[in-house]
């Protein structure tokens, strides 16, 4: 059932009216009254109307989006394709980000009842995943850019990791690479266990190395396999910035690359063009799954049903000198 305005008036011993003016940001309401009501929100999960909310205001015309944090190598991309959609339909946009953790995350939802804003878009955070089927089940809208799963609860925008994966597997076979070395981001990311399943899937491997999506664990887990000697002829990267690691170790080893190993990233973020020797990549599309992620939110706000399946956005491998 969903939490009514009524529900969090009796929870905190007011009136209908004072939850709508503290909700609506009037000054009315003494502090601790409005903390109260703020504190009732948010553990009940309550999320205003925006009918409502807009009547109050005039109009919100306005969006969330959720982030764990901008210093993903891609995010600034993501963020920049939801932006120029929201604008450009005279959306307004509140950007949140998880770099604090739990405390962050209680923050939001705190927020995100009080200011009711029309609908969500989500690259989600670590263990938030409770705190958004909550929110999406008492009727705030939400479109998951998904990086970290697979919830088939919520509409999302994906991107073809397993045949990115598989991609890169076939390029490096068709070069004559025998031998490959997989370096993958945290097992816990849904991306991560595709990208290796269709890597394999390909070109079977034994030797794979769990990496957390560093630079220094790029470098650390060549670094350790050639002190082990341990031989390979090639290297996947689960993304650019642990490639970037690799392809600093190698050199370090008196290592060629290509000659000796090939090195094969994933995303293709800018730096990708500008490593030594500039970076063979999986390009994933990050700002269009931005701007389809907003177009869809936008869409389900004006009342056009969202698709029952994710929407999948094809990734494609970029072929430079790392791994010609």
């Excluded at 399943?197 to 350790?224: H, I, K, M």
Aim: hydrophobic letters at 40%; charged letters at 20%; glycine letters at 10%.
């Amino acid at each position: 059932m969903r939490v009514t305005i009524a529900d969090v008036a009796r929870e905190a011993g007011v009136s209908k009216t004072t939850v709508s003016r503290v909700i609506n940001l009037k000054g009315e309401v003494d502090g601790a009254t409005a903390a109260r009501v703020r504190e009732v929100i948010a553990h009940l999960g309550y999320v205003p109307s925006s009918g409502a909310v807009g009547l109050a205001r005039g109009s919100s015309r306005t969006v969330g989006m959720l982030v764990p944090s901008l210093t993903w190598p891609w995010m600034g991309e993501v963020l920049q394709g939801v932006v120029d959609t929201v604008e450009a339909a005279d959306y307004g946009l509140l950007l949140f980000t998880c770099n604090r953790g739990a405390e962050s995350v209680e923050r939001f939802t705190t927020q995100v009842s009080a200011r009711a804003f029309d609908g969500l878009v989500v690259v989600e955070p670590e263990n938030t995943l409770d705190q958004l089927t909550a929110l999406h089940h008492s009727g705030l809208p939400i479109v998951l850019i998904d990086d970290r799963g697979h919830h088939p609860e919520f509409p999302s925008v994906v991107t073809t990791n397993r045949e990115g994966g598989a991609s890169a597997a076939r390029h490096l076979r068709a070069a004559g690479r025998t031998r490959p070395l997989v370096v993958t981001g945290p097992r816990h990311f849904g991306c991560v266990n595709d990208r290796l399943e269709g890597f394999r899937s390909v070109l079977p491997t034994e030797l794979v190395v769990d990496g957390d999506f560093t630079e220094r664990g790029g470098r650390l887990a060549v670094e350790e396999l050639l002190a082990a000697g341990v031989e390979f002829d090639a290297v996947f990267a689960h993304n650019d910035i642990t490639a970037a690691g690799v392809l600093r170790a190698l050199r370090a080893a008196g290592r060629r690359v290509p000659d000796d190993i090939a090195v094969v990233g994933f995303d293709d973020i800018p730096m990708a063009e500008h490593t030594e020797p500039p970076l063979t990549t999986v390009h994933q599309p990050t700002r269009q799954m931005g701007e389809v992620a907003a177009r869809l939110l936008l869409a389900h706000l004006g009342g056009t049903d969202v698709p029952d399946g994710p929407v999948v956005l094809p990734t494609e491998l970029v072929v430079r000198h790392s791994a010609p």
